[in-house]
């Protein structure tokens, strides 16, 4: 079963960064297609709600519209860690942000259901 560690969550002010990174262990990632995403929890809900950008393993990257210009997803497949590097932060960009992985995939989408398995979640908290 992969596990997956995200890391590098924290407190910014308006209009900083921060870089995520999600380590998986327990699969290798440059055997088969796949994808790996962030995902965040929302306002409403108490579970991973929303798809925030996923990126297959042969480079390909979807965002959600709210992001894009902002944040940027990659991957280093060797390393078996996916980024995503989040600028520009806005207050609404507070969340839980997760980390996932679909281990068999010929393309990413947003979509939730499609994922297998999950880190644990990281703080995000952008300060006006």
């Known amino acids: 079963q992969p596990q997956l560690v995200e890391s590098g969550g924290g407190s910014v002010q308006v209009g900083g960064s921060l870089r995520l990174s999600c380590v998986v262990s327990?699969?290798?990632?440059?055997?088969?297609?796949?994808?790996m995403a962030w995902f965040r929890r929302g306002k409403y809900s108490s579970v991973r709600a929303t798809g925030v950008?996923?990126?297959?393993?042969?480079?390909?990257?979807v965002y959600d519209d709210s992001v894009k210009g902002r944040f940027t997803i990659s991957r280093d497949n060797a390393q078996n860690t996916v980024y995503l590097e989040m600028t520009d932060l806005k207050p609404a960009d507070t969340d839980v942000y997760y980390c996932?992985?679909?281990?068999?995939?010929?393309?990413?989408?947003?979509?939730?259901?499609?994922?297998?398995?999950w880190g644990d979640g990281i703080q995000v908290t952008v300060s006006p």
């Open positions: 950008a996923t990126i297959h393993s042969g480079g390909v990257a």
């Open positions: 996932a992985l679909e281990r068999r995939a010929t393309r990413c989408t947003l979509g939730l259901a499609y994922y297998d398995d």
């Open positions: 327990g699969f290798t990632t440059t055997d088969i297609g796949n994808c």
